[in-house]
């Protein structure tokens, strides 16, 4: 039973414009939650996070927003760029270290 | 910098033959983890550690065991392997509790 859920598998946005990822979790109980990025035969690597007593964290192009009562939280990258393309894992993390990752968004950005 | 270190990067393995996955950090975090990524489930945490000395089970542990006798390895051990566990295993360290983590490059594992 998966606590952490990515449920487009795919995305595909135009150069210039935004791309919004979205992710939501069942369990309460998480209290950090974190996008990694991943390109092909490498490990993921960390974007950007955000606490449960936030609802909003931004770095740059990214932005990610947190709704606690919906159990959501979501990526925003503008502008996009053609180098934004990869896998992009939602994951949440209870006090404990333990640490759940969705399924993961291809996105593409196309020229 | 090395940050982590998986081995070995790939490995084919017959049925039922045990199996140590090897993972070192060099950055001195104080918690490890071990996830399998397989095509449509993502990352899946297998096994984790918050200090030297303590594990716990995550999602998927079944099949698998760890240890953790100092801070900087974390080996994950496959006591009779299966078809089921073929997959990319990543290793990852991070400083503590609500931080982010720093992933390996992968080990890919066959079981034939």
């Known amino acids: 039973d998966q606590q952490v859920k990515q449920n487009s598998p795919s995305l595909s946005v135009q150069e210039g414009r935004i791309s919004i990822l979205n992710c939501d979790y069942t369990?309460?109980?998480?209290?950090?939650f974190l996008w990694y990025k991943k390109y092909p035969a490498e490990g993921p690597t960390f974007l950007i996070s955000i606490s449960s007593i936030k609802d909003k964290n931004e770095d740059g192009r990214f932005t990610v927003f947190l709704n606690k009562s919906a159990k959501h939280l979501s990526l925003h990258i503008v502008p996009s760029q053609p180098g934004d393309s990869a896998v992009y894992f939602c994951a949440a993390s209870l006090h404990n270290n333990d640490m759940r990752f969705g399924a993961g968004t291809r996105l593409t950005v196309k020229p | 910098i090395a940050g982590i270190t998986q081995a070995p990067t790939s490995q084919i393995l017959a049925a039922g033959r045990r199996m140590t996955l090897r993972c070192t950090q060099d950055m001195r975090h104080n918690a490890m983890y071990w996830y399998r990524q397989d095509l449509g489930l993502g990352l899946r945490l297998i096994h984790y550690s918050n200090t030297a000395g303590t594990t716990g089970k995550g999602e998927v542990p079944d099949g698998y065991s760890v240890s953790r006798a100092n801070t900087d390895d974390f080996p994950l051990t496959l006591a009779s392997a299966v078809p089921s566990q073929t997959s990319v295993y990543f290793c990852?360290?991070?400083?503590?509790?609500?931080?982010?983590?720093?992933f390996g490059q992968g080990t890919r594992l066959t079981v034939v």
């Open positions: 990852a360290s991070s400083h503590g509790v609500n931080t982010e983590a720093f």
């Open positions: 369990n309460s109980m998480f209290d950090y």
